[in-house]
């Protein structure tokens, strides 16, 4: 019998995300993991310090849905962001008098910088600590939370990836996108804030250059713009009139962008569709077809499961293997334990592209394999 496992959980623990793994540690009859939550060690690192020197296996688990988490990262980044470009930006006094709401977009720039100085803390402790074994580094945290940087390694290893809009850092106003898509004869684009997750602060822009005047612009987002500010939205929302389309355009652009062609996915069942592929210790070990009536596919977002086994048949069997190494490739670019790709298949099933890589992608409740869930499998490959 190999021996018990001993993990260290840093997350809110309240969250899904860590009640389910905790539950899968003792299904595996492995004993309760050491729990560290993202609130008291944003505030104060030395917690993680006071955690001896011993063999440890260490998950970092996604911050996101716990406003107070949230606001720490937001008043941290108030402190260390320093070359803005023009980003939103708010103070402490600002948060202490109105705290975001769940599901407000706050100065996604300022949010990203105090995450990652909150990671870079959490580095400190593991650099001190070197039996431990952290499953997802925080220098791959870095880069899975940057989609230009993430763009430019895969297409660099000859992963098949969306083309970057060409002269991309020139790009700085809605009236310099549309320029650039017309000198690249792109009729639409996805502009992404570069690091964001779970499909926030999305907009797919379609211009049509020869159109008359006010019927030009479609713009499909996540985003919601209210009285009270901008929210992550489940119900996308649609933009035609320049002057609500290039508000939200200049936003986003001032927080820093990935801006990709719009390539075309398959359609499976009359529905658009993409697929999550979880690469666990190397293996594409789980895979979710995402489907949906628009080319924005997330789950949450209306998106619904499809049938993978009759999408396989439809695929030509060397077609899928190329888009299964492309994964296996992807996870090779990191040092995580898991890595989850989004991919997608062009019309006609012969070609794909790697949409994105997320560092927190695991979270695929109810699905199986082998009787085992993600997390149970990610448990076995840790144990081997």
Known sequence: MSDPLRVLIIGNLDNRRVTGFVEALARAGQPAPMLLSHRELVADPGVLAAVPDQPLAVRIDACGEDPEVERALLELGAEVLTDDGGCERVTRAQLAAAPPRFGQIVAPRQHHAGFIAYLERLDEVFAARPSWRVLNPVADLRVLFDKRETSRRYAALGIPVPD???????????????????????????????CASSASCLALYRYASRRP?????????????????????????RLREREAVDGLLGWLLREGVQIERAVAKARLDERVFDLRVVVIAGEPAFCVVRQSRHPITNLHLGGQRGDLEALKRRVP????????????????????????????????????????????????????????????????????
């Open 213 to 237: 005047v006010g019927q030009r612009d479609d713009l499909l987002t996540t985003v919601a713009t209210t009285p009270h500010g901008r929210f992550n939205s489940l119900r996308l929302q």
């Open 164 to 194: 970057a809009l060409p002269g991309l850092a020139k790009v700085q106003t809605p009236a310099q996108l549309r320029e650039a898509m017309v000198a690249a004869r792109w009729p639409a684009v996805f502009v992404k804030v570069s």
């Open 317 to 384: 069997e060397a077609a899928w293997a190329a888009a299964m190494r492309s994964c296996e490739r992807v996870f090779g670019a990191h040092g995580c334990l898991h890595v989850g790709v989004d991919l997608l298949l062009e019309p006609g099933f012969e070609r794909h592209r790697i949409i994105e890589a997320n560092a927190f992608g695991d979270l695929l409740p109810g699905l199986t394999r082998g009787g085992k869930s993600v997390y149970a499998w990610e448990i076995d490959a840790l144990a081997r």
